[in-house]
């Protein structure tokens, strides 16, 4: 079967996954069943995928990142070194709780830092930042920073991930793509 994807050699794909075109999986890295991985990701070194977790196209995900079942990454996210996802609030070693999973979603082009640790059933939102170190308890608004543990929002993030500086308008512009943000009922858009 010809593949239209890189794995390396010490990398371990389980059946019944979908790997995208153009995708790179590099050292030590598990990708476990009935995952789906879109195309043009980049997998780093000891990453494990857990069954069933859905990741999206031009998705970067760095060295040591567990992403474990009920996590959904959508396009253009990356996740930083050692960052973690969890899927039960109550883990016990001796206590089965498959049938607790939480599921958790990181939309459209959202940054999680190195280290940062993701608390299960919550949402991330667009373009949101999540500072490395960070735990994460709750949802997180689109295109929002948030930093510590546990996180709160201290700003704004552009969608080239710059810090935004709203004027008394409630306007702000990305001082690399030149795009402009609204920032209005405390929710930015871009215009």
Request: charged share 20%; net charge positive.
């Amino acid at each position: 079967m010809e593949t239209h994807f890189f794995a390396h050699e010490t990398a371990v794909i389980d059946s019944s996954c979908e790997v995208g075109e153009e995708t790179k999986i590099w050292h030590f890295s598990h990708i476990m069943t009935n995952c789906i991985i879109g195309k043009r990701c980049s997998i780093g070194q000891n990453v494990v995928i857990s069954p069933e977790v859905r990741i999206g196209d031009r998705v970067k995900i760095q060295n040591n990142v567990s992403v474990y079942t009920g996590v959904i990454c959508e396009d253009d996210v990356f996740l930083g070194p050692s960052a973690v996802f969890t899927n039960v609030i109550n883990p016990r070693s001796a206590i089965v709780r498959k049938n607790e999973y939480k599921p958790t979603l990181v939309q459209k082009g959202a940054t999680i830092g190195a280290n940062a640790t993701i608390v299960c059933g919550i949402t991330i939102g667009k373009y949101a930042f999540v500072g490395a170190g960070a735990v994460v308890t709750k949802n997180i608004a689109d295109y929002a920073l948030v930093l510590g543990n546990p996180a709160r929002q201290t700003g704004w993030m552009s969608e080239y991930g710059h810090k935004l500086k709203f004027n008394t308008e409630g306007m702000a512009i990305c001082p690399e793509s030149k795009d402009s943000y609204r920032l209005e009922n405390g929710k930015v858009s871009k215009i």
